[in-house]
């Protein structure tokens, strides 16, 4: 194969993340994404926020503020990248009627291809989906259908379901 072919410099760039001597995406700095974890860790860290943040410092107040409405900012919350209305507050998505997730005090993050992580403090609940093929998903179906049974499983029926 010609080396200086586009197709052959294509199939070595998707090796540049397997290479070991060099930097690659995921050690590069990106402020309000970039996070790479597993469903478990994204739990994990949810469910700390969930049971009051006291491993990760949180003072009460923090808490409060992040369990709190979010506030419309002064034209409304449109998403011009997403077109649809998104509630966010300090930096977390908060659920409403358009995006569905655990109780009003909860607070989350979308990812990329329709993985979603969440904190929802009044079950105590930390939750981490993820997904091993990207889609075009704000709130996958599958995604869906597994906080229903998780809210199930602990005797609850699923807040906005």
């Known amino acids: 194969m010609n080396p200086w072919s586009n197709i052959r410099r294509a199939l070595w760039a998707s090796l540049y993340p397997l290479d070991k001597e060099h930097i690659y995406a995921r050690d590069l700095e990106s402020p309000a994404g970039g996070g790479v974890g597993t469903a478990r860790s994204i739990a994990q860290v949810y469910g700390e926020f969930a049971a009051g943040g006291r491993k990760l410092g949180l003072r009460e107040e923090t808490l409060r503020q992040l369990m709190a409405p979010a506030v419309p900012p002064l034209h409304g919350f449109h998403d011009e990248a997403l077109k649809v209305e998104v509630p966010f507050s300090l930096g977390f998505m908060k659920p409403d009627k358009g995006n569905p997730f ?14 979603f992580g969440f904190a929802d403090p009044e079950s105590g609940i930390g939750y981490g989906y993820v997904t091993n093929r990207m889609d075009t998903y704000l709130i996958d179906p599958r995604d869906q259908a597994l906080r229903t049974g998780m809210y199930r499983s602990i005797g609850e029926p699923d807040p906005y379901f």
């Open 102 to 115: 655990g109780h009003p005090g909860s607070f989350g993050a979308p990812g990329a291809g329709g993985s």
